[in-house]
C-alpha cells in the first residue's frame, strides 16, 4: 500500500471526493495506457516493506511474482468491472452491498478505516527510524533508531500534528502529497537500485547465495511463508484506479494492458529493490526497520558519497509524513460519508466548518496513541512493527474477501447490469480472476496468524491471541453497531446514492433481471428526491424506472414510514431504506 496515495482512496472509500453527480458526468476517454500504468504503479509502491522480504534473498522473486498472480492482477481486473457496474460513491461499501445488503457493506468499510488506523503506526516507526537517520553518527543513529521511547514519541507527536492538519480539510495538504509521493517514493527507489546493482556488478560479494536453484523457496520450512504474507499487503491499493477505467480508450483492451504493465513495474520495481538490500545487508542483521536506512549508508559509504546518507533518510520521512497527513483524512471521510447514511450515530457525523468529521478524527488518533502502547508491551520495536503490520494484512484481507465475493455473487443476481468493463472471459473468467484472488486473499489470511521464526516476538501464544483476539473484536464491532442502528442516525442532508436494489425495490439475496444502468437509476432518484413532492419522492424513483421485480420484503419502500422529519423522503442505505428487512 502506497504511503503516497490516500486522495485515491477518499474517493474510492466514499468520501466527498468521490461525488456521485462527477461520476456520471460525460467523460472523455483521455487517459492513455502508459499514464494508467504510471498511476497504478505511484498508488502500490512503497519502499518500507522491502527489508522483511530482502531475507528470502532470490526467493524472494518467486513470492512477489506469486502474489502478483494471485493477489495484484485479480485485484485490479475485478474491481474494473464494479467500479463500472457501480460507479457511485462509496467503493468497496457500495460494491459489497450491492450483492449482499448494507450489513456486510458497512463491515467492509469499516476494515478499510480500522486497517488505516491500524497501519499508521506501522508506517510512523518508519518514519522515526527515518529521522534517526538523518544524524551524522550513524551508530548513534542506530541507537536512536532502536529507541522505544523515541519511536512512540515521533509516531504520537506527528500523528496528532497530522490529524489537526486534516482538520483543515484535504486541501490544506494536496500538493505535499503529491509532491511527496515522487520525492519521498520514486526518487529514493531509484537510487536504490542504481546503487545496490552498482555495488554487485562491481564486483563485491553479494550477502545472498547466488544461482538457479536459490530463486526456488525452502517449502519444507512452513514458517518461511508466514512473513511472506505480508507481500500481499505490498500490492494492496490498486483498486482505487480502477474507477478510472472509463476514462480510458478502448478500456476492454487498454485497461487490462495497462493493469498488466503496472503490475509488471511494479514487481520490477519490489524485486531489484529487494534485491538491492539484499545484496549489502547481511541475512542476519537485516532489521525490518532500519535495514532500508542501513541499505542506503552502506551504499553511499561504498560510493564515496557518505553525505547523503541524511538527505536520502530525510526524503524518505517526507514521504511517509506526507501520505500519512493524506491518509489521516482519506478512509475518515469515507466512514463520515457512510455514517451521514444512517449507519452511525449523530455523534460520529459532527464535522466542521471544513467538512472533516472532527469527531470520527479524534476517534482515530485516540485509537493510534492507543496502538503506540504495544511499542512498551512487545520486547523490541521490531515484534511491535510485526504484530501492527500483520493485524492490518488481516484486516485488509477481511475487505478483499469480501469484495471478490461480491463480484461474483453480482454476476448470478444482477447478471444484466450493464457494466462498461467486464472481466474477460465471462462467467468462467470471473470465476477464474475472482477466485484466485479469493483464495490467495484467504491464504495469505491464515498465513498471518502463524509467528515467524525470523523475529522475535515474545511468546509465540501471545502473539498469536493478540493477532487473533484484536481481529475478531474489530470484526465484531461494526457488526454490533449495525445491529444497533436507528432511523435518526440519517442526516437528511446526505445525498449518498441508495443501492439499486434499493431503488428497484428488490432483495439483494434475490436475481433481479434488470438491466437500467447504475447512472440512469441514480440521476431519476436524484430527480425525485430533489424536485418531487415528498409523497411521489417517498417511494425513491418513478415506477416506469423500476425495472427489477417487487420485493416481498418491502426493502426501499419504507423512507416514508422512518424518515419522518426529513427535508425529502428518499431511499437510502441504511435503516429507513431496508436496511433491517434487506440482511
Do not use: C
Request: glycine share 10%; no cysteine.
Amino acid at each position: 500500500m502506497s504511503d503516497s496515495t490516500a486522495s485515491a482512496a477518499s474517493t474510492g472509500a466514499g468520501s466527498p471526493a468521490g461525488n456521485g453527480r462527477m461520476s456520471r458526468a460525460k467523460q472523455n476517454a483521455t487517459i492513455t495506457v502508459g499514464a494508467l500504468a504510471v498511476m497504478n504503479i505511484v498508488a502500490v509502491v512503497s519502499l518500507r516493506g522491502l527489508p522483511a522480504e530482502a531475507e528470502y534473498g532470490l526467493s524472494s522473486i518467486f513470492y512477489y511474482v506469486f502474489a502478483a498472480l494471485v493477489f495484484l492482477i485479480p485485484v485490479s481486473i475485478v474491481a474494473a468491472e464494479l467500479a463500472t457496474g457501480w460507479p457511485e460513491t462509496g467503493g468497496v461499501f457500495r460494491w459489497v452491498g450491492e450483492a449482499f445488503g448494507p450489513r456486510w457493506a458497512f463491515l467492509a468499510m469499516f476494515m478499510l478505516f480500522i486497517e488505516v488506523t491500524i497501519w499508521f503506526p506501522t508506517v510512523l516507526t518508519f518514519g522515526a527510524v527515518s529521522l534517526a537517520y538523518t544524524g551524522t553518527d550513524q551508530n548513534i543513529d542506530a541507537q536512536l533508531s532502536g529507541n522505544k521511547a523515541f519511536v512512540l514519541a515521533v509516531v504520537l507527536v506527528v500523528y496528532w500534528l497530522a490529524t489537526f492538519i486534516a482538520f483543515r480539510g484535504a486541501a490544506a495538504f494536496s500538493k505535499v502529497a503529491q509532491w511527496g509521493g515522487i520525492v519521498g517514493t520514486l526518487i529514493p527507489a531509484g537510487i536504490l537500485v542504481v546503487l545496490g546493482f552498482s555495488y554487485y556488478f562491481a564486483g563485491n560479494t553479494p550477502q545472498i547465495k547466488m544461482g538457479w536453484g536459490e530463486l526456488v523457496p525452502d517449502f519444507s520450512n512452513f514458517s518461511n511463508v508466514v512473513l511472506a504474507a505480508s507481500i500481499f499487503l505490498f500490492y494492496a491499493g490498486m483498486e482505487m484506479n480502477a474507477i478510472h477505467v472509463r476514462d480510458v480508450k478502448n478500456p476492454t483492451r487498454n485497461y487490462p494492458l495497462a493493469v498488466l504493465i503496472a503490475a509488471a513495474g511494479t514487481v520490477v520495481i519490489f524485486v531489484l529493490g529487494t534485491l538491492a538490500i539484499a545484496f549489502v545487508v547481511p541475512q542476519a542483521d537485516i532489521n525490518l526497520t532500519q535495514s532500508l536506512l542501513t541499505s542506503y549508508n552502506d551504499m553511499f559509504e561504498w560510493a564515496g558519497i557518505g553525505w547523503a546518507s541524511p538527505i536520502v533518510a530525510a526524503m524518505l520521512l517526507i514521504g511517509v509524513l506526507a501520505g500519512v497527513v493524506t491518509w489521516v483524512a482519506g478512509p475518515s471521510s469515507g466512514l463520515l460519508a457512510v455514517g451521514r447514511a444512517g449507519y452511525l450515530p449523530r455523534f460520529w457525523q459532527h464535522t466542521n466548518k471544513h467538512g472533516m468529521g472532527t469527531h470520527i478524527l479524534l476517534f482515530q488518533a485516540f485509537m493510534v496513541t492507543a496502538l503506540g502502547v504495544v511499542y512498551v508491551v512487545l520486547p523490541s520495536v521490531q515484534a511491535a512493527y510485526q504484530i501492527l503490520s500483520q493485524l492490518t494484512v488481516i484486516l485488509y484481507l477481511v475487505m478483499y474477501l469480501l469484495m471478490f465475493a461480491a463480484a461474483i455473487y453480482l454476476r448470478y443476481s444482477q447478471p444484466n447490469r450493464p457494466r462498461p468493463y467486464r472481466v474477460p472471459g465471462g462467467d468462467l473468467g470471473m470465476w477464474i480472476f475472482g477466485g484466485v484472488g479469493f483464495l490467495g486473499s484467504l491464504m495469505a489470511f491464515v498465513f498471518s496468524f502463524i509467528p515467524p521464526d525470523q523475529i522475535s516476538v515474545g511468546s509465540p501464544a501471545t502473539y498469536v491471541g493478540i493477532l487473533v483476539g484484536s481481529a475478531v473484536l474489530l470484526i465484531i464491532a461494526p457488526l454490533v453497531i449495525y445491529a444497533l442502528r436507528k432511523p435518526h442516525w440519517k442526516d437528511p442532508q446526505a445525498e449518498f446514492v441508495p443501492f439499486t436494489w434499493q431503488l428497484e425495490h428488490v432483495h439483494p439475496g434475490t436475481v433481479n433481471e434488470s438491466s437500467t444502468t447504475t447512472a440512469e437509476l441514480s440521476e431519476t432518484w436524484e430527480e425525485t428526491a430533489g424536485n418531487a413532492p415528498k409523497s411521489a419522492a417517498a417511494g425513491g424513483t418513478p415506477a416506469g424506472k423500476h425495472t427489477g421485480k417487487p420485493s416481498a420484503t418491502g426493502a426501499g419502500s419504507r423512507g416514508s414510514e422512518q424518515g419522518g422529519g426529513t427535508r425529502v423522503h428518499r431511499p437510502h442505505p441504511g435503516p429507513a431504506a431496508g436496511g433491517s428487512s434487506a440482511v
